[in-house]
């Protein structure tokens, strides 16, 4: 399989055009979501700003395509992310921005962008990213309100992807050479985790169900967030669920506490049965380990 690296060739008007916030990124590099809450609250930053933190472009990975004629992989040396990013700034494009690379959004702007030098020291460190040297970082500033609540507070982006063009050289790195040996063992895990499972037991089922009564008649009020209500759906309803999401259900266990909580009392009782009780969350603890030995 052909491996190709990407350069800029400025005769050619070669660089990149607009970020993309995607659901997921080909770096496989997460942003983080800045604003009001305090998970991911820095003291430098103006919590009130709603910005979006993360890896624009990774040096020397190996991102997988494949297009009419065959299957390929691309990758950046550093010094191609450098100039890229230099590019990208000196031509104005900073308030260039599409979704999942299918239309075009508006109130999007790169506020902050930078090169990580020394991966200990650098800014994506504070919050807890961990990022090879010669990355380009960014912090994306939303002010369009539909894009925040119905695509970041919702989860439904979670990176950022580039769009632009680009010369190919191609050519084969040791560097790349040996990733691609990590790549193709970690293709075959994700072969591997879209398998999906439904053994769950009917105890499961019928508390997600007893949920879903009591939301019917007196909603969910501040109970609940996306995750939990699609849950109590998928496990009512006896759909199949994949390994990450047994795997959410197996660590909702540290809400055990407040299990015993009367629906009319508050939220405890009524998302633990949503997310299958205590009959879902000890099988999903119990099928976690059994799909990991295998």
């Known amino acids: 399989m ?30 983080i979501a ?39 992989y691309i990758y950046f040396t550093k010094k191609t992310i450098r100039k890229a990013s230099e590019l990208f700034l000196q031509k104005g494009n900073q308030h260039n921005s599409t979704f999942e690379h299918l239309y075009k959004i508006d109130g999007l702007t790169l506020v ?21 040297v010669g990355t380009w970082m960014g912090s994306v500033k939303v002010d369009n309100e539909e894009v925040w609540n119905d695509y970041v507070k919702t989860g439904v982006v979670k990176g950022f992807s580039i769009e632009g063009f680009f010369a190919e050289k191609e050519e084969l790195s040791k560097e790349i050479e040996a990733g691609l040996q990590l790549l193709e063992i970690k293709q075959e895990l994700l072969r591997y985790e879209l398998q999906t499972y439904s053994d769950y037991p ?12 009591w939301v019917e008649k007196h909603g969910w009020g501040s109970c609940g967030e996306a995750t939990g209500k699609k849950r109590a759906s998928m496990l009512a309803s006896g759909m199949p669920l994949s390994r990450d999401t047994i795997a959410r259900m197996a660590s909702f266990k ?15 009782g009524l998302m633990w049965d949503a997310w299958g009780g205590s009959a879902g969350i000890n099988w999903a603890i119990s099928k976690l380990k059994q799909i990991d030995n295998e």
């Not at 990407?6 to 005769?11: A, H, S, V």
């Not at 009917?202 to 169900?209: E, H």
């Not at 540290?254 to 405890?268: A, F, I, L, T």
């Open 254 to 268: 540290r809400h055990q506490q407040h299990k015993d909580v009367p629906y009319s009392e508050g939220c405890g």
């Open 34 to 72: 800045l604003n009001q809450k305090k998970e991911y609250k820095f003291q430098e930053v103006d919590n009130e700003k709603r910005i979006l933190m993360g890896a624009l472009l990774v040096p020397n990975k190996a991102i997988y395509r494949k297009d009419d004629k065959e299957d390929y």
């Open 202 to 213: 009917v105890a499961a089922r019928n508390n997600a169900k007893r949920a879903l009564k």
């Open 112 to 132: 902050e962008s930078w090169i990580v030098e020394d991966k200990e020291k650098d800014k994506s460190a504070l919050y807890g990213m961990d990022v090879p």
């Open 2 to 31: 052909r491996i190709i690296e990407l350069i800029i060739d400025e005769e050619q008007d070669n660089g990149i055009d607009a970020i993309s916030i995607v659901e997921h990124p080909a770096i496989e590099e997460n942003f």
